[in-house]
């Protein structure tokens, strides 16, 4: 399977927290999966952490991308079709990086990794 964790997924198993649903983390710990980390979500957790409203990055943010290898986990650039997408989504979704997520999860049939409900509206197939 390959799985698209979501922003808040990426953190909260950086840092271990129990906010992972037991069946989330199994599937991320599973080495059989390919697990896919947007440049979207080291885009957000930087510009957030910059503004303070993320202080439990401070232990990886600066050193993001081997916090990302160091899991194993895969970088997904973001595309120009990935650009288009996101900004041709329609509802309610105003976080451009949710935007993203969702779009690269679409054109690439990614299993998302979120917590959010209404991302299922455009979709995804969500795991939590």
């Known amino acids: 399977m390959q799985l698209l964790l979501d922003t ?7 840092i271990g927290s129990a906010r992972l649903r ?10 059989t999966n390919d697990k896919l980390i947007s440049a979207a979500s080291a885009w957000e957790i930087t510009t957030k952490h910059r503004a303070g409203r ?13 916090a ?5 986990f ?9 650009a288009a997408r996101a900004g041709a989504l329609p509802g309610p979704l105003r976080d451009p990086f949710d935007r993203m997520l969702i779009a690269q999860a679409q054109s690439r049939n990614l299993v998302f990794i979120s ?3 209404l ?5 995804v197939r969500r795991l939590w």
């Open 54 to 66: 993320l202080p439990e990055a401070d232990e990886f943010v600066s050193n993001i991308r081997e």
């Open 74 to 82: 895969e970088e997904l650039s973001i595309t120009v079709d990935d």
């Open 115 to 117: 917590n959010e409900p």
């Open 8 to 14: 808040h997924a990426l953190i909260w198993w950086l």
């Open 22 to 31: 037991t069946g989330v983390r199994h599937a991320i710990a599973d080495e």
């Open 68 to 72: 990302i290898a160091g899991e194993g």
């Open 119 to 123: 991302f299922d509206r455009y979709g």
